[in-house]
């Protein structure tokens, strides 16, 4: 019970976050351009990555590039 | 001819200042709405570093390499090695247009070792696993074409691409739309895809349970919202659903039941959701960002995994850059999984699979990075190591009998990137 409760705080907290921000004016995006604030700063990383942990989990990768589907062992 | 002069002069800065804003807004949506696309055939988060208007080359090496499965844990006389992968990947960017760019993604993989076969008690009662007698040999190689049309507050994406081994082929494809609102600090991400995979097993005719030839199809829908909070933070939420109909089964693993070696059968249609939210702050004072993400995935096998990734990215010198970061994941079984089966079940399902067992495992990253200039071409260095445990004991709930074919792994890569 309070594992669910735990994951379901997670999932709504950028949610909630979201309700209670200010607008960024477009020349305010300085830091939010930088490389490493983009949500995958490496593309070819990300898809190696994603590739590996749907080859080896159960779990459906939510994040990562796209591709096609493998016979992996 | 003065005024013709200053025509030509007025109508150049025009033009430099309109590449210069469409860079500004390709910039801005690549960083701030990519990865949101996540699945196989969706269309991808090309050019996250927003250098689309350019054209890109990036190169990556990686050498997979699993751990030996301990003596303890492996049936007498089975083979006790793993799987290495060794893994190029080339990506090749360019802008067509003004506001078209266009991606090929090339992925090839050379695999060889054995793997988990089926699992057998012990003699003291215990799980041990059977791996496969013959080292496997096998190459992949994977190819995936992307196009992208940018408009004022909005991003459309197709992508196409085939995966194929010597017993494997998959088509597949998919669309992708983000929208800006709110002063671009609101994006709306959604997308659709699919894979229809045919699956030619090997040694069919040596061994009788595998099958000659079974086919799948895979369908995924998603939906995100991508939320800048501060000039410093920025969050996401995506929603996706897919689903997988046919052969869902592992044709090269089988199931002891009653013991009796039986073929690995799953169900035919398998439903998932994953629900990823992801969080970056950037902390000037420091020169860091700190990146993290949570994941809830649910399955209609009854499987239910979370999946904590933390990372930081701490910029020095000017050109270097260190990025520690940690994950933990931690799943639950597959209703019909079991290590072996003491009698026959009414629904005729059977897996022992380690991937669809208990467990959590633990993974630990460093990656180093840095940039130069030579040949008037700017170029990004990388090399990252990564160490993967996994063991029932690191799950969230209490396994009492763990698969004994849950994987440990060391994955080593090095990539060189340019933009010209």
Redesign the interface.
């Known amino acids: 019970m309070l ?1 669910s409760a735990a ?1 379901l705080l ?2 709504a ?3 909630l ?2 309700s209670g ?6 020349w ?2 300085d ?18 990555n ?4 749907y080859s ?16 992996c ?1 | 001819m003065k005024n013709v002069a200053r025509r030509h002069r007025r109508k150049a800065r025009l033009r430099a200042a309109r590449r210069r804003a469409q860079r500004r807004r390709r ?2 949506l ?21 250098l689309s208007d350019r054209i890109g080359a ?1 190169y ?1 090496f ?1 050498r ?1 390499s699993e751990g030996s499965i301990p003596a303890s844990k492996v049936a007498p006389g089975s083979e006790r090695g793993r ?1 290495d992968i060794d ?1 190029h ?1 080339i ?1 090749l960017a360019t802008p067509i247009a003004d506001r078209f760019d266009l991606g090929l ?1 090339i ?1 090839h993989e050379s ?1 060889s070792g054995a ?1 988990p076969w089926y699992v057998i008690p012990g003699d003291d009662g215990k799980p041990v696993q059977v791996m496969t007698g013959a080292t ?1 040999d096998d190459k ?1 190689t ?1 190819a ?1 074409l ?1 196009g992208k049309f940018y408009m004022d507050r909005a991003l459309a994406s197709a ?1 196409g ?3 194929f ?1 010597k ?2 082929f ?3 494809g ?1 669309l992708g739309g983000q929208l800006e609102l ?5 994006t709306l991400s959604s997308g659709v ?1 699919f ?1 229809i ?1 045919s ?1 030619d097993p090997e040694d069919s005719d040596e061994y009788p349970l595998r099958p000659n030839h079974e086919k ?1 199809q ?1 369908y995924s829908v998603f939906a995100g ?8 933070i ?5 929603l ?1 659903y ?1 689903l997988g109909h046919g052969y869902l089964s ?1 044709p ?1 693993k089988q199931a002891l039941v009653a013991g009796e070696p039986l073929a690995d059968s799953r169900p035919g249609l398998r439903h ?9 702050h ?1 902390f ?1 004072s420091v020169n860091g ?1 700190f990146h993290a ?5 649910w ?1 209609d ?1 009854k ?1 239910t ?3 904590f990734e933390l990372a930081w ?1 701490q ?1 020095l010198f000017e050109s270097f ?1 260190l990025i520690p970061s940690v994950r933990y ?1 931690s ?1 639950g079984q ?1 209703g019909f999984y079991a290590p072996y089966y003491t009698q026959a079940r009414a629904d005729g399902l059977y897996s022992s699979d380690y ?2 067992s208990p467990y959590g ?1 633990i993974s630990w990253r460093i ?1 180093a990075e840095t940039r130069f200039r030579t040949w008037q071409v700017d170029w990004l260095a ?1 090399f ?1 190591w990564e160490r993967y445990l996994s063991s029932g004991s690191y799950a ?1 709930q209490k396994v009492s009998t763990p698969n004994p074919g849950l ?1 440990n ?1 060391d ?1 080593f ?1 090095v ?1 060189l990137t340019t933009r010209f």
């Open positions: 594992r994951s997670l999932l907290l950028p949610l976050a979201a921000c200010a607008a960024v004016k477009p305010e995006r830091v939010l351009a930088r490389p490493d604030m983009a949500w995958e700063p490496d593309s070819l990383e990300a898809k190696r994603t590739h590996i942990h080896k989990e159960a779990s459906l990768p939510g994040g990562g590039a796209g591709g096609g589907g493998c016979g062992n | 910039e801005s690549a960083a701030l709405t990519a990865g949101a696309l996540a699945l196989p055939g969706l269309a991808g988060p090309a050019g996250a570093e927003g990036d990556n990686s997979y799987y893994m990947q990506r993604d992925v695999m793997t496997i992949r994977d995936l992307e992508s691409g085939v995966s081994e017993d494997y998959a088509v597949n998919g709110n002063e671009k600090n609101t895809g894979s995979d699956i799948k895979t919202l991508s939320q800048v909070l501060r000039r410093n920025a969050a996401q939420s995506t996706t897919q592992d090269y998932q959701i994953a629900w990823l939210s992801r969080y970056r950037h000037s960002s993400n949570y994941q809830f995935y399955d096998w499987i995994a979370h999946t990215y910029s850059r994941y799943q597959a991937r669809l495992a990656k990388t990252s969230m994987v792994f994955l890569s990539g």
